[in-house]
């Protein structure tokens, strides 16, 4: 059983079940109701008027880096910029609702997957106060009646532990088990910070990151990586090509993440971009900067 300190708190983080893990039917029921939960394709052309993709990134952004100081689970994140996408595919938003619809959705997002969420009042902290506990609370409700009150989406991370238990090579070393989903869940953060991924099921996500972190540690770990991808390609339904096209998606956008801005005007859009690492845009009290430049961009 693993402990998780948070704010002075122990936090055990259960077991994992054998029989969830072992049962098939667990798998196909993701892989039958994923679709349910992907937003609208398309939706800066079809549905927004004012938002563009690089808002949408620099708030991702944001969001996963107040995600990361707080420690929450890996979940959230993914969990709550699924929220964000669904939410963007309904509604027209202005840019200077962006923040709080974004901020919104981590707060909903951190009820259901935090043992101990995160406050209204932290999150107006992380915001600069540039929103209020009032105006928190309101967009709460619309964001739940928005999206149905239906809360409990589908996201990569759900199929990790499904797909890693059945990889051959992967499931019987805890150590290097443990280590594939941790740079997993690294890939999985970076597409959930990218639009063109937001589209794209699940499944395909979370298998495309566990072939790409089974790659990088191949020769370390002594990995048959040709035939761990025909068995996320069997498991998942999807074809190898579908599968190694994703892969190299994510390999280059996390890349790009990595790469220091050259101009001010980049280091607006991809500040925070890699969850490893600090930028110098951070407040003195050590909170992520908060993104509330959106508001005053002209397209």
């Known amino acids: 059983m693993e402990l998780l300190c948070q704010e002075g708190y122990c936090i055990k983080r259960a077991f994992e079940d054998p029989v969830l893990l072992n049962d098939s039917r667990v798998l196909d029921m993701l892989l039958d109701t994923e679709?349910?939960?992907?937003?609208?394709?398309?939706?800066?052309?079809?549905?927004?008027?004012?938002?563009?993709?690089?808002?949408?990134?620099?708030?991702?952004?944001?969001?996963?880096?107040?995600?990361?100081e707080q420690r929450c689970e890996e979940e959230v994140f993914p969990l709550a910029m699924n929220y964000l996408d669904r939410i963007l595919s309904v509604v027209d938003v202005k840019k200077s609702q962006?923040?709080?619809?974004?901020?919104?959705?981590?707060?909903?997002?951190?009820?259901l997957k935090e043992t101990l969420p995160l406050t209204g009042d932290k999150i107006v902290i992380y915001t600069d106060y540039?929103?209020?506990?009032?105006?928190?609370?309101?967009?709460?409700?619309?964001?739940?009646?928005?999206?149905?009150?239906?809360?409990?989406?589908?996201?990569?991370?759900?199929?990790?532990e499904q797909l890693l238990s059945r990889l051959p090579g992967c499931s019987q070393n805890k150590e290097v088990k443990a280590t594939i989903s941790r740079h997993a869940q690294t890939?999985?953060?970076?597409?959930?910070?990218?639009?063109?991924?937001?589209v794209v099921p699940p499944s395909i996500i979370a298998s495309a990151a566990l072939s790409a972190a089974v790659t990088g540690l191949a020769e370390t770990a002594c990995l048959n990586t040709d035939l761990i991808k025909h068995n996320l390609c069997l498991l998942s339904g999807i074809d190898l090509e579908v599968l190694i096209n994703c892969q190299q998606q994510m390999e280059l956008a996390l890349s790009s993440s990595m790469t220091p801005p050259t101009s001010s005007s980049s280091s607006q859009q991809d500040a925070h971009a890699h969850?490893?690492?600090?930028?110098?845009?951070?407040?003195?009290?050590?909170?992520?900067?908060?993104?509330?430049?959106?508001?005053?961009?002209?397209?």
């Open 35 to 68: 679709c349910k939960y992907l937003p609208s394709p398309n939706y800066f052309k079809c549905v927004q008027s004012e938002v563009k993709p690089f808002m949408r990134k620099i708030v991702a952004n944001w969001m996963l880096e107040v995600c990361e």
């Open 98 to 111: 962006l923040q709080l619809i974004g901020a919104t959705c981590m707060f909903v997002s951190s009820k």
């Open 130 to 160: 540039s929103i209020t506990l009032e105006q928190l609370m309101d967009m709460e409700l619309l964001v739940l009646a928005r999206l149905g009150y239906d809360l409990s989406a589908i996201t990569p991370h759900d199929y990790l």
């Open 187 to 198: 890939f999985i953060q970076i597409c959930a910070t990218e639009y063109t991924f937001s």
């Open 275 to 299: 969850p490893s690492h600090k930028q110098d845009s951070d407040d003195i009290d050590g909170h992520p900067h908060t993104p509330t430049d959106v508001r005053d961009i002209h397209c």
